[in-house]
């Protein structure tokens, strides 16, 4: 079984639509839990950045973890056709090591 | 400004030629790290470093050496590359363990 779980879609959806992408995971030692943006050719960069349970909100994304479940979401509100990337999630317990999910490739469609 | 900068970006090799990939980052990060991405399998960790002369296996270790003589540099050796380490590559870096990981552009290595 892998460390994490991410439908890999592709997902896509018109504008102005809320999105929502999910992971699960197996290893209840994760603290910290990381949402990426990867656009084509490019680097992953930090979208959201959350630790523990709870609810994290930065414009128009929220992030969310439910540990009891190992479950998390991203969540994309107005999505814009800049939104169009893999998303990825990621996530790492107290050791020194970062586990990624394969990523959700979205299209938001103008 | 603030980046983590892979060279080369760009490689087709041969099997059994001996390459580097280089990373540099100019943040005075503690903690840097390799990682492959190949298509339905993500990102998988390489090797990586809390600090310099401190580097440990990732979950796809072999094949690949590094070294960390310098806080800034975190090269990735490929001994005897094989066909099956064709992939995209990043090198990324973090202030500390388990913070925020700062991504290179990536370095595409294609081995005949």
């Known amino acids: 079984q892998k460390e994490v779980e991410q439908d890999p879609g592709p997902l896509s959806v018109p504008e102005g639509a809320i999105v929502s992408l999910n992971c699960t995971y197996s290893?209840?030692?994760?603290?910290?839990f990381m949402w990426y943006r990867q656009y084509s050719r490019k680097g992953p960069e930090l979208l959201m950045y959350?630790?523990?349970?709870g609810n994290k909100e930065d414009g128009r994304f929220t992030a969310q973890v439910d540990k009891s479940s190992k479950y998390i979401s991203l969540f994309i509100r107005d999505s814009q056709p800049s939104d169009s990337a893999t998303y990825l999630c990621?996530?790492?317990?107290?050791?020194?090591?970062?586990?990624f999910g394969t990523g959700t490739s979205l299209t938001v469609i103008p | 400004e603030a980046q983590v900068t892979q060279n080369p970006r760009y490689l087709i090799t041969v099997t059994g030629k001996k390459l580097t990939v280089t990373c540099s980052q100019n943040?005075?990060?503690?903690?840097m790290s390799w990682y492959r991405q190949d298509p339905g399998l993500g990102l998988r960790q390489i090797y990586y470093?809390?600090?310099?002369?401190?580097?440990d296996k990732g979950d796809v270790p072999e094949g690949y050496k590094v070294s960390r003589k310098e806080k800034r540099n975190f090269p990735l050796i490929l001994e005897s590359p094989s066909p099956n380490q064709t992939s995209l590559y990043f090198c990324?870096?973090?202030?500390?363990?388990?913070?925020?990981?700062?991504f290179g552009e990536g370095s595409r290595l294609t081995v005949l």
């Open positions: 990324a870096s973090s202030l500390r363990v388990a913070g925020e990981l700062f």
């Open positions: 290893n209840s030692a994760f603290q910290y």
């Open positions: 959350t630790y523990s349970s």
């Open positions: 990621a996530m790492s317990g107290a050791g020194n090591q970062f586990y």
């Open positions: 943040m005075n990060h503690e903690y």
């Open positions: 470093s809390m600090n310099v002369e401190v580097t």
